[in-house]
């Protein structure tokens, strides 16, 4: 009978290109690239007992299956955190990670080393978003943001909180000894050959620092507009916002609800070859090939509204703002597309509509926003339902209660299986609502008219709110009632 053999180390199979395959009683599977090290062939030969059965493949697949078989160990943070005793040797703490190592080459036995290098890399495995180091009087919390969701993955002992705040000060190159204001930092780190950029951010609270850390997978698939879900409709509209020579597109919504994202994928439909284009952000997330990226940097005085002066001196066509946050920004962004250039920028609103109130109440005259602004775009992000497990069942009074008008007869639901870590959910997509500007709501936004007068004429010209958006997830089953009802509002 067949059986797993012990994995090699990482380094070991990466620089010699073998891999253990399984093994029986009279021979041993070995995965080689085709320029395999001889000499560790041999070697692993010694180490099973038993011929080689050898497979040979090129690079680019062996650098595949390298990443697939070493980033998914069975190894997580709560065993991790498990192993960790009280004793800790401050001077291992106190060691260096060098800037480009890969995680999961590290041999360092540092109890404290071993349990964040573990943390990292369980939270990249399951892609989450964000990590959460919490302490409370008695005992701390590690949770991952996966879909949206922070879900707990272990409680170290409150003793062992501060030496994790000081090793991941160490690795973001923050001050360990500083414990009584926010500090922020980053640190570059390498998982089984991918490039994670990791944003680090620190917060004193009653019991201890509290520390975020958020994941940005350089390597992750870049997402165009066709894979964020939009409706047809609702993508034509952006997409003929998006081609006009002049005016503001805003995106809006919460924080954590995809708005960079589909700016960034927004800017991907635009050639770079012909267009200056220009971003100003905070921070910058992703590189994107052709557009010119500044990140804003407040200890020297480089805001958004400063960056954006001087970026209308380097003849732009294409301008991307991370976010209007003052009345300043917004002044010039206004400028900006009035003397012809494209403006995107994104917006913490609750809704379409309420960008134009929320950017009146700022200070920009409503006359300006009226002939600039071109359309608004709302967003949420919601859960998809798991595949493999999800259910569907015949929707019920109640069902239809609380769906509102437009419910499907039929809804899916979350079941959870080993696919989708039994939660019932893999992944997320966006439901919109877009607000175009015509000249019914031009006229509105010239005359100051209230948020909800404006809601009126833009559903009475094809506006759908963002629960009646989401109705063709419900019906095509792709996520859940309950998702939706989660992230929208009637």
């Known amino acids: 009978m067949n059986a797993p053999l012990p994995r090699l180390p990482y380094a070991f199979a990466r620089a010699n290109g073998v891999l253990l395959g399984e093994v029986s009683d009279d021979s041993a599977e070995v995965i080689a690239r085709e320029d395999a090290n001889p000499v560790a062939l041999a070697e692993v030969r010694r180490l099973t007992a038993r011929p080689l059965k050898i497979t040979p493949i090129g690079r680019g697949a062996f650098e595949s299956r390298l990443s697939e078989i070493y980033s998914q160990g069975e190894s997580n943070a709560a065993e991790v955190a498990a192993d960790v005793g009280q004793d800790i ?20 036995d540092a109890p404290i080393i071993r349990m964040i290098n573990a943390l990292l890399t369980q939270a990249v495995r399951e892609r989450a978003s964000d990590i959460h180091i919490e302490p409370y009087e008695t005992y701390s919390v590690v949770r991952l943001r996966r879909d949206g969701v922070l879900v707990e993955i272990a409680r170290p002992h409150r003793a062992l909180h501060a030496a994790m705040s000081s090793r991941i000060k160490i690795m973001a190159n923050l001050d360990i000894a500083e414990k009584r204001l926010p500090q922020d930092g980053r640190i570059g780190v390498r998982l089984a050959g991918r490039q994670i950029d990791v944003r680090v951010s620190t917060l004193p609270t009653s019991h201890g620092e509290r520390i975020v850390l958020r994941l940005l997978d350089k390597d992750a ?22 081609s006009q020579p002049h005016g503001i597109l805003l995106v809006t919504g919460p924080t954590g609800s995809g708005k960079t994202t589909t700016l960034y994928a927004a800017l991907r439909t635009l050639d770079g070859r012909t267009l200056n284009i220009v971003t100003v952000e905070d921070p910058v997330e992703y590189d994107l090939a052709g557009v010119g990226q500044i990140q804003v940097n407040a200890r020297i005085d480089l805001t958004f509204a400063r960056a954006l002066r001087s970026i209308l001196r380097q003849d732009p066509d294409v301008i991307m703002i991370g976010e209007i946050r003052d009345l300043e920004t917004a002044q010039i962004a206004v400028q900006a597309s009035l003397t012809g250039h494209m403006v995107l920028a994104t917006l913490h609103t609750n809704d379409a509509p309420s960008a134009v109130t929320r950017l009146i109440d700022m200070g920009v005259e409503p006359f300006l926003l009226a002939s600039t602004l071109r359309g608004v775009l709302a967003q949420r992000l919601v859960r998809r339902l798991c595949p493999q497990c999800r259910e569907a069942r015949p929707a019920d009074d109640a069902d239809r209660q609380a769906v509102g008008e437009g419910c499907p007869p039929t809804l899916w639901h979350a079941v959870g299986c080993s696919a989708c870590g039994h939660t019932g959910y893999s992944g997320r997509t966006g439901v919109y609502e877009m607000l175009t500007v015509d000249d019914s709501v031009q006229r509105l936004v010239h005359d100051r008219a209230s948020e909800n007068d404006l809601r009126d004429v833009a559903r009475h010209s094809g506006l759908r709110t963002l629960r009646e958006d989401g109705m ?10 309950e998702e939706l009802l989660r992230v929208t509002r009637d």
């Open 221 to 242: 698939t870049q997402f165009g507009l066709n894979a964020l879900g939009m409706a047809d409709t609702t993508r034509k509209t952006f997409d003929g916002i998006l």
């Open 89 to 108: 040797d401050v001077s291992q703490l106190m060691q260096e990670l060098p800037p480009v190592e890969d995680l999961l080459e590290a041999e360092d």
């Open 472 to 481: 063709r997830l419900l019906a095509e089953g792709i996520t859940s009632a």
